[in-house]
């Protein structure tokens, strides 16, 4: 009997591995195709404002990052750059930047979500007709599955 001790160990140990990998990687494996340069500069056309994630957010880590920019319009909110990949990323206006995810816990009920995010390069996202801009001031990239804090770019003050 305790010749199998080992042999479960090792075995558990492979599979939680195996099981943590696959949570990484089914979210890059079933990612759509990034929009085309053609398509980008379509939505880019009628940008009001650019918001550049900075480097060094508080809750920002190996994990859970975002570098690039988003162009912001009255239809569409365009990204261009790099995230972290992870399963059931969505987008949210604020109208305060927040950097921590005791922050967006607390203003989240302020937030409004645009939608999912589900290309870790670049992506359009349609703004809802309903939804003005000018209320908001900065783009929040959260987790859903995780309660995860991302990342967040600030567009106007």
């Keep these: 009997m305790l010749r199998f001790i080992p042999l479960l160990i090792s075995h558990s140990a492979v599979f939680a591995f195996a099981f943590a990998l696959g949570i990484y ?5 079933m990612a759509p195709d990034s929009p085309s ?18 480097d060094d957010l508080m809750d ?10 988003f162009s912001i319009g009255d239809d ?9 990949p992870g ?5 949210y206006l604020s109208p305060s ?6 922050e967006f816990k607390r203003l989240k009920s302020s937030m409004t979500a645009i939608g999912e995010v589900n ?15 000018e209320e908001y001031s900065s783009v929040i990239i959260w987790c859903e599955s995780f309660d995860q804090f991302i990342t967040a770019a600030q567009y106007r003050q």
């Design 25 to 29: 990687c089914l979210p890059i494996m």
């Design 37 to 54: 340069q053609g398509s980008l500069a379509l939505s880019i056309k009628n940008t009001r404002y650019v918001a550049t994630i900075a």
């Design 76 to 84: 569409y909110l365009v990204f261009q750059g790099e995230l972290a």
């Design 119 to 133: 290309s870790f390069n670049d992506y359009v996202l349609a703004i809802p007709q309903n939804i003005n801009i």
């Design 87 to 91: 399963p059931a990323y969505r987008l």
């Design 60 to 69: 920002s880590d190996w994990l859970h990052w975002g570098k690039g920019k």
């Design 97 to 102: 930047f927040v950097e921590t995810e005791d």
